[in-house]
């Protein structure tokens, strides 16, 4: 608390605290927030239990645009940045959703999670390819491997107003995304606009994943596990799933990054790989258990 309050910068304790403890924290809870805030919109307004920033290529698309600039950007400021990777999210969900509807029952959850799955892999191994060709490779594992002990606290600032934006069309849509998720006929016949509720949706989702990305690099499954648990403890009602999986989300990512600490200690362990070992099973789960459902 001294070194928040009573802040004092020849102590090397209150150093270590402000530059690199503290935004790591702040870093960890803004990212789960804003993955499961995103998650469970995606959820609701596909009525897709696979549905996730990571599955979905949203992700993946945003790494992708980011190592795009920095090879032909090379110079691009932070909040260039973030915007390249709101974009790079744009198009990664662009891509799965187009291809999804081109195909007969693409978009169904398993399908769509497939395709999803594919495209998130081809636009990683371009990135990674180009990465190589243009010798940028370290400078781009970043954005891939997602550690948090580097996040700068210039880009926090910065991607705070950004993540601000997104929760609040969120929340401004929670209740027709409720019953947007009881299926499009219900929403229709209840006098809902539901192009106008997934417009919105869509680009809070841009909004969430693209800051996320920007702000850590890619953190895989937090945006398909969070919401299951919200809606479990919850219920069905996204006035409340929101907010709670948002709280629920940063804490499940900062436990990660505590955990990261010890699995390979002294060394640190990406904390993707965390999430991943987490979320792999979780996702085998809901396709054993769900698959024939096509809803969420």
């Not at 891509?95 to 594919?118: D, E, K, M, W, Y």
């Amino acid at each position: 608390w001294n070194a928040l309050f009573h802040f004092d910068s020849s102590d090397v304790n209150h150093n270590i605290i402000i530059t690199s403890r503290l935004p790591r924290v702040v870093a960890a809870l803004l990212v789960g927030a804003f993955l499961a805030i995103s998650g469970a919109l995606m959820q609701g307004m596909t009525r897709n239990y696979l549905a996730s920033p990571s599955i979905m290529g949203v992700t993946d698309g945003a790494a992708f645009v980011i190592t795009l600039c920095m090879i032909f950007l090379p110079g691009m400021s932070s909040i260039g940045m973030v915007l390249c990777s709101m974009i790079g999210s744009a198009l990664g969900a662009g891509i799965v959703f187009g291809f999804g509807s081109l195909l007969q029952n693409g978009l169904s959850p398993v399908r769509l999670a497939i395709i999803g799955t594919v495209i998130g892999t081809f636009l990683s191994s371009v990135s990674a390819a180009m990465a190589s060709y243009f010798q940028i490779s370290q400078n781009v594992s970043f954005w891939f491997n997602a550690k948090l002990d580097q996040v700068d606290p210039n880009i926090i600032k910065i991607t705070i107003p950004f993540g601000i934006i997104g929760i609040i069309l969120a929340l401004l849509i929670s209740k027709s995304i409720t019953i947007l998720s009881l299926g499009e006929e219900v929403s229709i016949n209840l006098g809902q606009r539901t192009k106008l509720v997934k417009a919105m949706a869509i680009l809070s989702v841009i909004f969430l994943t693209g800051t996320a990305v920007a702000l850590v690099g890619k953190v895989g499954f937090v945006g398909l596990i969070i919401p299951h648990i919200t809606r479990f403890i919850i219920g069905v009602d996204y006035k409340w799933i929101l907010p709670c999986a948002a709280v629920i989300g940063g804490v499940f990512l900062a436990l990660c990054d505590v955990l990261s600490r010890f699995v390979n200690y002294p060394f640190e362990t990406p904390i993707g790989v965390v999430t991943s070992l987490i979320g792999i099973p979780f996702f085998l789960y809901l396709i054993r258990t769900r698959g024939g459902e096509r809803h969420a």
